[in-house]
């Protein structure tokens, strides 16, 4: 069982917009550490997303933003394309088990 | 390119031990910190274990410690797992990551992962 939990999956037409998000604890989330979010395709190596809550590395994306409000944060995708389909995860840390990750999303694109 | 590659996946029976080893290349490995990541397939990514730039601090998952020990060579640009006393659960795909921070532990994230290799426990 995950210290993050997000929904097993989402899904959404081409074009539409889908957010995936991320509860945790007030050990984790909720202590005001950041998060991050990683895109992980069968095969391939986890992708990071977002950075420190906010921020996009170079070459992901303005489609891709995220954001975080007391225990919770979320990840939102706009303009769904079908090379957005896979596996989606958040990061945080907790203060009782160092670094944490959710359970994963898995988003179709209808 | 700056990209790690994790070798040393294998079938083990339970109880026994193995050693995975990660290389790295395309960056100044001696500066990052390297973490060991593993994932269930089916399941979600668990944190295993983490080493600084220089080794001097380690820390690991409650789920592995006293029986996993992680190291790094920095002549080399490798960082290792050493796993012993193997468990059905810690059968997984094992991912290399490097590490990045704005400042603190609650701002670390990994930036650079390899494709996982994998290990199989049996019985």
């Known amino acids: 069982q995950s210290v993050l939990t997000q929904p097993p999956s989402v899904s959404g037409a081409p074009g539409q917009r889908v957010t995936i998000s991320c509860n945790g604890t007030s050990s984790s989330i909720g202590a005001g550490y950041d998060v991050h979010w990683y895109k992980k395709s069968p095969g391939k190596a986890p992708k990071l997303l977002i950075y420190?809550?906010?921020n996009r590395p170079s070459g992901v994306p303005d489609r891709f933003s995220a954001s975080k409000s007391g225990t919770s944060a979320s990840l939102a995708i706009t303009g769904l394309q079908a090379e957005d389909e896979g596996d989606y995860f958040c990061q945080s840390y907790d203060s009782k088990f160092f670094w944490v990750f959710g359970g994963g999303t898995k988003l179709t694109v209808l | 390119e700056e990209q790690v590659e994790e070798s040393g996946g294998d079938v083990v029976q339970r109880g026994g031990s193995l050693r995975l080893s990660c290389a790295a290349s395309?960056?100044?490995?001696?500066?990052?910190?390297m973490n060991w990541v593993r994932q269930v397939p089916g399941k979600g990514l668990e944190w295993v274990a983490y080493i600084s730039d220089s080794a001097s601090t380690i820390y690991y998952a409650e789920s592995v410690k006293g029986r996993f020990t992680i190291s790094r060579d920095n002549t080399e640009s490798s960082v290792f797992l050493q796993m012993k006393s193997l468990r059905a659960e810690d059968a997984a795909v094992y991912h290399c990551?490097?590490?990045?921070?704005?400042?603190?532990?609650?701002?670390?994230?990994?930036?650079?992962w390899g494709k996982g290799t994998p290990v199989i426990v049996s019985s």
């Open positions: 420190v809550t906010t």
């Open positions: 990551a490097r590490g990045a921070t704005n400042g603190w532990y609650g701002g670390y994230y990994m930036d650079v």
């Open positions: 395309g960056f100044d490995f001696s500066i990052y910190s």
